[in-house]
C-alpha cells in the first residue's frame, strides 16, 4: 500500500513539474469549458434579419408583416425592401430569410381568391434553416388563425361563434426537455464529457510511454509490487483529477452555460466514477502500447472529432449505416455522452441507466483485466526520428 | 540554390515518410474522415421520424386525424401506446421522438361543434430530431386546425367554396435557398472532411522547426554553416506542396464520386484552400518554435486546431455567438476559410467576393511566418 502511494506521490510530482502536463490536467478542460460556454452561451437563434418583398401595400399585407415584427424571432431590415435586393442580401448574408407578398394580395384574398406568399430562408446553413423554418411555420399559424377571425367576423359572426370555430381543434405543441429548442442544452453537455474523455487520455496515455522514453519502466517492472498496486499508483493522480474536472465541467454546465441539469446527484456521481474509471483504464492500456508520446499525442488528438460525430449526440443513431452505429457502441464516450443528456437534460433516474451502467462496467472490466494483465517484458519501442544535416555528404565544420 | 532546396525537400519527404505515425496520419486521416462523415451522413435528411400516437378516443375522427399524421413528409407513426403514460415512457427512453395524445370525446366535440385539444410532444432534448420534427408537426397541425375549421364552417351553413378560402385562401409557400432538400450531408460532410485535414495541416507544421532544432543533430546543421532560413523554406514548401496534395482526393471524393453540389469554379475553391493551408501551416510553425519539444508542439498546435472548427461560424452561426465573440472568431484564418467555404460551396461568388479572403489569409501567413523567423534567430543566436 505505501509502495502505491508512493508511486502516486511520484506521479503527483512529475504532474506539477510539467508545465504543459500540469496545464493540460488542470487547466485545459475548464478553459475548453469557458471557450464552448462563450460560443454557445446564447443557444437561441433570435433576431434573425428578413428581408420583406412587399408589393401589395395594402392594410392585410402590414399585418402580415406586423405578425412577424411582433415576435422575437425575426428583425424586419427596412432597406431591403425588392425582390432582387433580397436575393443579394441573402447571398451577402445581410439577411437569412425573405417574406415576398404579391401584387393585389389583399384585393385576392377579399375577393375570397386563391393567394400565395413565399416564405424563403437561407438553407446553406440548416441551423438557420430549419430554426427559420420552424418560427416561420410558428408565426404563419398564429397569422392564419388571426386572420381567419378577423374574416368571420367580417362575415357577420359573433366573436364567441368565431371562437368556437377557430378554436375547433387546437394542437398544443410541446416540447419536453428543451422547452425553448435551446442549443447550449443540446450540445454543451455531450462536449463536456468529450473534453472529459480526451483530456483524461492525454493525460494518462504518457505515463507509461514516458517511463518507456526514459528507459525507467524497466525499474517500475524489476520492483517488487503487484501489478494491480503498481496500475492504481500510476492512475490513482489521474483518476482523481479527472473527477474534480467532471465536477468542475458540470458546475460550468450549469452556471455559465446556463443548461438546466436535472439529474439525480449519486446518479451523476455514479456516472462519473465509471466514466473516469474507464477512461483511466484505457489512457494505461494506450499508454503501455503506444511507441511513443508524440504519436500517443498525434493520434488521440485526430479522434476527437469522430468520437462526437459517432456518438449520435447530434445526427441520430437512426440514420447512420448500423456499421458505424456498432462501432460507435464500442466506444465509452458515446455510452456516456447519451447518459450525460438522459440523465442531466432529460432528469431520468436509475431505472433507466441499467443497461448503460452494464455496458460501462463490462467496458471497465475488460480494460481492468487488459491493463493487469500487461506484458512484463522490456520493450523498447521509442523511435525518435533523428534528422541528420541537409548535405550528409557535405564537410561539417565541428 | 535550387539545387540546395530540392535536396531539403527530398529530405524532408524522406523524414516524413519515416516517421510511421505523421504518415499514416496524413496518408489515411482525411480520406478516412470524409469516408465517416459522408457514411454518417449518408441519409441525408431526417425523415420517418418515429411517432406515437395515444388515440383515448378511437372514433372516427381520430383515426381520420391520425391519417393525417401518417400523411405527413417526416413522421412515421411506429407505436400505438395505450395510455399517456407509456408514451411518457417511450419518449423518456428515446423510442419515439413526437407523441401525439387524442384525449376521450375527440370525436363527439368535434361533431357537436365543441372544441378539442390535441397534445402534441415532441422529445426536443435533441435539437437536429426537435427542430425537425416541429416543422413536421406544425405542418400537419396547421391541416388539419383548416380541415376542421372548414368543416365547422359548412356545418354552420357556410358554402363550402366559401369555407374552403376562408382557411386556404392565403398558401404560404416555403423556398429553402441554396440547399432546396435540406440536405445535412451537403452542409456538414465537406466542413467536417476539411476539419480533420487541417489538423493534419496543424500536425505537420508542429513538427517544422522543433524536429530539428529538438533533437541532437540539429548542432550538426549548425555546424555546417548551411542556411537556416533556406532550410526552413524548403522544408515548409515540401509541407505546403504535400498538404495541397492530400486535399485533392478530399474534393474528388465529395464533388466528383458523391456529386456535392459546388457553385463556385473549383479553381476559386482549390485557392482558397491554397492560402488557408499557408496560414495554418505558417501558425504551427510559430508554435514549433516557441516549445521545447515536439509532443508539447503537437499539443498546443491542436489545442488551437480541435476547438477552432466550432468557432467558425460553420455550424452555430457567428451572429448567434456574443457580438465580442462572433467579432473575434476573424482572428483565426479557419473562420476565414470555413466561412468562405460555406459560401463558395453553396452561393457561388464571383472573383470579388474571394480576394480579400484571400489577402487576409495571406496576410496572416505573413505575418505567423514573420514571427517565426524572429523567434528562430532570437533562440539559435543568428
New interface residues.
Given amino acids: 500500500m505505501k509502495r502505491m502511494l508512493g508511486i502516486a506521490h511520484y506521479e503527483t510530482l512529475y504532474i506539477f513539474k510539467s508545465r504543459?502536463l500540469c496545464f493540460?490536467v488542470f487547466l485545459?478542460p475548464a478553459l475548453?469549458a469557458l471557450?464552448?460556454g462563450?460560443?454557445?452561451?446564447?443557444g437561441?437563434?433570435s433576431n434573425i434579419p428578413m428581408a420583406v418583398v412587399d408589393q401589395d401595400h395594402s392594410a392585410l399585407s402590414r399585418e402580415l408583416i406586423q405578425s412577424f415584427r411582433n415576435q422575437p424571432y425575426f428583425r424586419i431590415v427596412d432597406d431591403v425592401n425588392s425582390y432582387d435586393g433580397m436575393k443579394t442580401a441573402?447571398?451577402d448574408?445581410r439577411v437569412r430569410a425573405g417574406i415576398v407578398i404579391p401584387q393585389d394580395f389583399a384585393k385576392?384574398?377579399h375577393q375570397?381568391?386563391?393567394?400565395?406568399?413565399?416564405?424563403?430562408?437561407?438553407?446553406?446553413?440548416?441551423?438557420?434553416?430549419?430554426?427559420i423554418?420552424?418560427m416561420?411555420?410558428?408565426v404563419?399559424?398564429i397569422f392564419?388563425?388571426q386572420?381567419?377571425a378577423e374574416?368571420?367576423i367580417q362575415s357577420g359572426m359573433s366573436p364567441g361563434?368565431v371562437a368556437?370555430?377557430?378554436?375547433?381543434?387546437?394542437?398544443?405543441?410541446?416540447?419536453?426537455?428543451?422547452?425553448n429548442?435551446s442549443?447550449t442544452?443540446?450540445?454543451f453537455i455531450g462536449i463536456m464529457m468529450l473534453v472529459i474523455h480526451q483530456v483524461g487520455l492525454?493525460s494518462i496515455s504518457?505515463t507509461v510511454t514516458r517511463e518507456k522514453e526514459k528507459n525507467s519502466w524497466i525499474q517500475f517492472l524489476a520492483a517488487p509490487i503487484p501489478a494491480w498496486q503498481l496500475v492504481t499508483g500510476k492512475c490513482l493522480p489521474y483518476f482523481l483529477a479527472n473527477f474534480l474536472n467532471y465536477t468542475v465541467l458540470l458546475v460550468i454546465c450549469g452556471t455559465l452555460a446556463r443548461v438546466s441539469l436535472q439529474g439525480q446527484v449519486a446518479l451523476v456521481i455514479a456516472l462519473g466514477l465509471l466514466y473516469d474509471v474507464i477512461i483511466t483504464l484505457l489512457g494505461f492500456l494506450i499508454s503501455l502500447y503506444v511507441?511513443d508520446?508524440?504519436?500517443a499525442?498525434?493520434?488521440l488528438?485526430?479522434i476527437?472529432?469522430?468520437l462526437f460525430?459517432?456518438s449520435g449526440?447530434?445526427?441520430?443513431q437512426?440514420?447512420?449505416?448500423i456499421?458505424?452505429v456498432w462501432l460507435g457502441r464500442l466506444l465509452p464516450s458515446t455510452w456516456m455522452m447519451t447518459a450525460a443528456?438522459?440523465v442531466n437534460?432529460?432528469g431520468?433516474g436509475w431505472s433507466?441507466m441499467g443497461g448503460t451502467f452494464l455496458v460501462m462496467s463490462a467496458m471497465a472490466a475488460v480494460l481492468a483485466v487488459l491493463v493487469l494483465n500487461f506484458p512484463h517484458q522490456r520493450r523498447i519501442h521509442a523511435?525518435?526520428?533523428?534528422?541528420?544535416?541537409?548535405?550528409p555528404d557535405?564537410e561539417?565544420?565541428? | 540554390m535550387k539545387t540546395?532546396i530540392w535536396?531539403?525537400m527530398s529530405?524532408e519527404v524522406f523524414?516524413m515518410w519515416?516517421?510511421?505515425?505523421?504518415r499514416y496520419?496524413l496518408l489515411l486521416?482525411p480520406l478516412l474522415?470524409i469516408l465517416?462523415?459522408a457514411?454518417?451522413?449518408?441519409?441525408e435528411t431526417?425523415k420517418h421520424i418515429?411517432t406515437a400516437v395515444v388515440d383515448l378516443d378511437d372514433s372516427q375522427s381520430s383515426l381520420d386525424l391520425i391519417k393525417n399524421f401518417e400523411n405527413a413528409d417526416n413522421l412515421s407513426i411506429i407505436s400505438h401506446p395505450s395510455s399517456y403514460k407509456d408514451l411518457e415512457e417511450m419518449?423518456?427512453?428515446?423510442r419515439v421522438v413526437v407523441g401525439i395524445v387524442i384525449p376521450e370525446d375527440f370525436g363527439r366535440n368535434?361533431n357537436n361543434?365543441?372544441?378539442?385539444?390535441?397534445?402534441?410532444?415532441?422529445?426536443?432534448?435533441?435539437?437536429?430530431?426537435?427542430?425537425?420534427a416541429?416543422?413536421a408537426?406544425?405542418?400537419v397541425?396547421?391541416t388539419?386546425?383548416?380541415q376542421?375549421?372548414i368543416?365547422?364552417?359548412i356545418a354552420?351553413g357556410m358554402e363550402p367554396?366559401?369555407a374552403q378560402?376562408?382557411?386556404?385562401?392565403?398558401?404560404?409557400?416555403?423556398?429553402?435557398?441554396?440547399?432546396?432538400t435540406?440536405n445535412?450531408a451537403y452542409?456538414?460532410v465537406l466542413g467536417?472532411a476539411l476539419?480533420?485535414w487541417q489538423?493534419c495541416c496543424m500536425?505537420t507544421a508542429s513538427m517544422l522547426v522543433i524536429?530539428?532544432t529538438g533533437?541532437?543533430?540539429w548542432l550538426?546543421?549548425k555546424?555546417?554553416?548551411?542556411s537556416l532560413s533556406r532550410?526552413f523554406v524548403?522544408k515548409s514548401l515540401t509541407h505546403i506542396l504535400l498538404l495541397t496534395i492530400l486535399v485533392l482526393p478530399i474534393y474528388f471524393l465529395v464533388f466528383v464520386i458523391l456529386k456535392y453540389p459546388l457553385a463556385c469554379s473549383f479553381g476559386q475553391l482549390f485557392l482558397l484552400t491554397f492560402f488557408f493551408i499557408l496560414a495554418v501551416h505558417s501558425i504551427g510553425t510559430l508554435v514549433s518554435s516557441l516549445v521545447s519539444n515536439?509532443?508539447?508542439a503537437?499539443?498546443?498546435g491542436?489545442?488551437v486546431?480541435?476547438?477552432s472548427?466550432?468557432?467558425t461560424g460553420?455550424?452555430?452561426?457567428l451572429e448567434?455567438?456574443?457580438a465580442w465573440?462572433g467579432k473575434a472568431a476573424w482572428i483565426l484564418p479557419h473562420t476565414w476559410f470555413f466561412q468562405a467555404l460555406?459560401?463558395l460551396t453553396?452561393?457561388g461568388?464571383g472573383w470579388s467576393f474571394v480576394w480579400p479572403y484571400l489577402l487576409v489569409l495571406l496576410l496572416m501567413a505573413v505575418l505567423f511566418y514573420g514571427l517565426t523567423a524572429l523567434v528562430v534567430r532570437y533562440k539559435e543566436g543568428c
Avoid at chain 1, 375570397?112 to 430554426?131: M, P, V
Avoid at chain 1, 437512426?318 to 449505416?321: A, E, I, Q, T, V
Avoid at chain 2, 378560402?165 to 432546396?180: D, L, S
Wanted: glycine share 8%; aromatic share 18%.
Fill in positions: 504543459v493540460m485545459v475548453y471557450f464552448f462563450l460560443v454557445y452561451y446564447n437561441l437563434i441573402m447571398r448574408g385576392l384574398v375570397g381568391q386563391h393567394t400565395q406568399i413565399i416564405t424563403a430562408y437561407d438553407a446553406s446553413n440548416l441551423i438557420w434553416g430549419f430554426n423554418r420552424r416561420a411555420n410558428e404563419i399559424n392564419n388563425q386572420h381567419v374574416y368571420l361563434e368556437s370555430v377557430t378554436n375547433i381543434l387546437d394542437c398544443n405543441l410541446v416540447p419536453w426537455y428543451n422547452f429548442y442549443y442544452t443540446f450540445i492525454f504518457l511507441t508520446s508524440l504519436q499525442t498525434r493520434y488528438m485526430m476527437s472529432f469522430p460525430f459517432l449526440l447530434t445526427w441520430p437512426l440514420y447512420m449505416p456499421s458505424l443528456r438522459m437534460v432529460k431520468l433507466y523511435r525518435h526520428v533523428y534528422p541528420g544535416p541537409p548535405f557535405k561539417y565544420h565541428l | 540546395d535536396t531539403i529530405r523524414y519515416r516517421d510511421r505515425g505523421l496520419i486521416g474522415g465517416l462523415f457514411g454518417i451522413y449518408s441519409s431526417i418515429p419518449i423518456k427512453e428515446g368535434l361543434l365543441k372544441g378539442s385539444r390535441v397534445l402534441c410532444i415532441i422529445d426536443a432534448s435533441n435539437y437536429i430530431y426537435a427542430t425537425n416541429s416543422n408537426v406544425l405542418g397541425t396547421r388539419i386546425s383548416a376542421a375549421g368543416k365547422t364552417l354552420r367554396g366559401q378560402n376562408t382557411y386556404q385562401g392565403i398558401e404560404f409557400v416555403e423556398q429553402p435557398w441554396y440547399n432546396p435540406l445535412y452542409f456538414l467536417l476539419n480533420i489538423y500536425l524536429g530539428e533533437v541532437k543533430s550538426q546543421v555546424a555546417s554553416g548551411f532550410l524548403g515536439a509532443v508539447d503537437t499539443r498546443i491542436m489545442m486546431a480541435v476547438p472548427f466550432m468557432v460553420y455550424t452555430w452561426p448567434a455567438m456574443p465573440l460555406n459560401y453553396f452561393k461568388g
